[in-house]
């Protein structure tokens, strides 16, 4: 019996060695990936939380300076944060309030230049979205109508849809195009929330453009009569 057992396990044992011969190294190098793997998104989640530490750190003397309404040192912090931290929230944050207080000091050039940045290198939508809708404005106060009207082209559907259609109606008034205008405020008038405090702006300006909304829907009502 003993012998049986040694030759049944000396034959397990030339089994696995024959099974390891043939695929050892494939399963060594899968379990080495497998770990590199691991390694690095262990490493990743660690650089990325390392990363926001500091850019909150960074960002909250960015605070202080914008608190205080150094623009200057607003602007070199804000300047630091794009070097250092360039995707972070907190980086996006601090482009957005740089840009308004650039706007606010008079210094719409460089409003311009810190929502571009934004436009160009935000990873949320959002952000983007909402970089385009100002810079829009920006540019149409410079009279600069062509190129606010690419922004909001650039604006997709969802929730700032119809704070695009609403600006494109500005622009296209500015321009002299009333009757495109008065389309674009009539979809940003219907895009929007009935319980969104803006609507009553659209409202107003379709009414002083001869298209009220109240009027347009009883005219409907009764025609349907």
């Known amino acids: 019996m003993a012998t049986h057992l040694d030759l049944q396990e000396q034959e397990q044992v030339d089994a696995l060695k024959a099974f390891w011969a043939q695929y050892g190294n ?3 190098w899968a379990l080495v990936a497998a770990l590199l793997v691991y390694a ?3 490493g990743w989640q660690w650089w990325q939380r390392e990363q926001s ?21 607003t602007s070199r912090v804000f300047g ?14 601090a482009a957005m309030l740089t840009a308004k207080m650039q706007f606010d000091k008079g210094k719409a ?7 571009a940045w934004v436009v160009e290198h935000a990873g949320d939508d959002d952000y983007k979205a909402l970089a385009r809708l100002r810079l829009a404005a920006l540019l149409l106060d410079a009279k600069q109508y062509d190129e606010a009207l690419k922004q909001l082209d650039a604006v997709p559907a969802g929730p700032f849809a119809a704070l695009a259609a609403d600006r494109r109606g500005d622009v296209l008034l500015a321009q002299g195009k009333k009757d495109e205008a008065r389309t674009a405020y009539q979809r940003a008038y219907e895009a929007m ?6 609507r009553r702006l659209i409202d107003a ?13 009883a005219a409907a009502s009764g025609a349907s009569r």
């Open 26 to 28: 494939l399963i060594t």
């Open 40 to 42: 690095g998104i262990t």
């Open 53 to 73: 530490q500091n850019a909150g750190a960074m960002f909250d003397e960015f605070e202080r300076a914008m608190t205080a309404g150094d623009v200057d040192k």
């Open 80 to 93: 630091d944060l794009k070097e250092r931290y360039p995707r972070t929230t907190y980086t996006m944050q």
């Open 109 to 115: 050039d460089d409003a311009r230049t810190s929502l």
């Open 193 to 198: 929330d009935d319980k969104v405090e803006y």
């Open 205 to 217: 300006k379709l009414t002083a453009m001869g298209a009220a909304p109240a009027a347009a829907a």
